[in-house]
């Protein structure tokens, strides 16, 4: 494709090797981030309206939907009419639709693109995205997903990228929960964990967390129980998207008691607990140190 203008708004963690990777595919990219962060082969721009001027396609990697509203706000009044905003944060689906909206309504494609692979995931190019907006907004945006990951799945409208991302990670919290507890239980029974998992992993009690990121160090594949719990996928990650996942249930009035209950244990794991800056499979430790009064 020919090389394109691109303002890259957050070059953090995730957003720092995403916009490398676009710069060495060949765009052009001017990054922006509030802390003065740079990014490989990325020029480096002095504000929100430097980066964004001119260019055929904006995106975004920040913390928050309320950060990202503010951003959006500024950018989207200075981009030119059928460029394209691309906003990859995991932020709450009505900002996710709001920003869509502002951009639409200022003529330009909108797409929320939340990503799921992580840091290792955004610096090898091979993260997942989930994306919501119209067919043509997802056409412009795919040559780009292709560069910064390996697979993107059209979800549907504005905001159902940041829908599957929350419904996907409130699975993935209270199973993680689920598989610590029965490891946890198991210990207890005088269950050997390498036989546990023999038996779960190829059982119906087999999940992501058990097969792919075992929680318990030296047994399944090497995940970050066998570093420590180092992140991998930090708790406290997980605790802001489980309470996305809890502002979306509230604001459609589903019902959602696991999702709810995990939010619980990770905030208390987090707030209170050891949790901060460990792997959010630590709930393992955390809760086979325990008994049922603890
Ligand atoms: P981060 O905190 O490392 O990066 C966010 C960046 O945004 C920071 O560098 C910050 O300075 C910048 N920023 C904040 N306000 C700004 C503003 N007004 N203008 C310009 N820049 C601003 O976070 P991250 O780990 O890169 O995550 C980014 C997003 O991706 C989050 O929404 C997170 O939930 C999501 N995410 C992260 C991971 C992960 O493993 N880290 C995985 C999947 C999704």
């Given at each position: 494709m020919a090389a394109l203008k691109i303002g890259f708004i957050g070059l953090g963690n995730m957003g720092g090797p995403m916009a490398a990777n676009l710069a060495k595919a060949g765009h052009e990219v001017a990054g922006y981030d509030v802390a003065g962060t740079t990014a490989k082969g990325v020029s480096t721009a002095d504000s929100i309206a430097a980066a964004v001027t001119g260019a055929d396609v904006v995106i975004t990697m920040l913390p928050n939907g309320s950060i990202l509203r503010q951003v959006a706000a500024e950018a989207i009044g200075q981009m030119r009419a059928g460029a394209l905003f691309i906003d990859c944060s995991t932020v709450d689906v009505e900002s996710a639709r709001n920003t869509s909206e502002a951009a639409e309504n200022a003529g330009l494609l909108a797409v929320d693109a939340p990503v799921s692979g992580g840091v290792g995931g955004a610096e090898g190019g091979t993260l997942t995205f989930m994306a919501g907006g119209s067919e043509s907004a997802f056409a412009a945006a795919e040559p780009l997903f292709d560069i910064m990951g390996q697979k993107a799945v059209h979800?549907?409208?504005?905001?159902a990228g940041q829908a599957a991302k929350i419904c996907n990670n409130m699975i993935l919290g209270a199973t993680m929960i689920a598989t610590c507890e029965a490891f946890a239980l198991a210990d207890k029974l005088g269950l050997d964990r390498q036989r546990m998992f023999d038996v779960v992993s190829t059982s119906s009690g087999y999940s992501w967390s058990m097969?792919?990121?075992?929680?318990?160090?030296?047994?399944?594949?090497?995940?970050p129980a066998d570093n420590?719990?180092?992140?991998?996928?930090?708790a406290e990650l997980m605790l802001k998207d489980l309470g996305l996942s809890q502002q979306a249930a509230e604001l459609v009035d589903a019902d959602t008691p696991m999702g709810a209950r995990a939010l619980e244990i990770y905030k208390t794991f987090v707030e209170d607990e050891d949790?901060?800056?460990?792997?959010?499979?630590?709930m393992l430790p955390r809760l086979a140190g325990r008994g049922r009064s603890d």
């Open positions: 979800c549907g409208d504005a905001g097969n792919a990121y075992c929680p318990a160090p030296g047994v399944g594949l090497k995940s420590g719990y180092k992140p991998g996928f930090a949790g901060k800056g460990r792997d959010f499979s630590a």
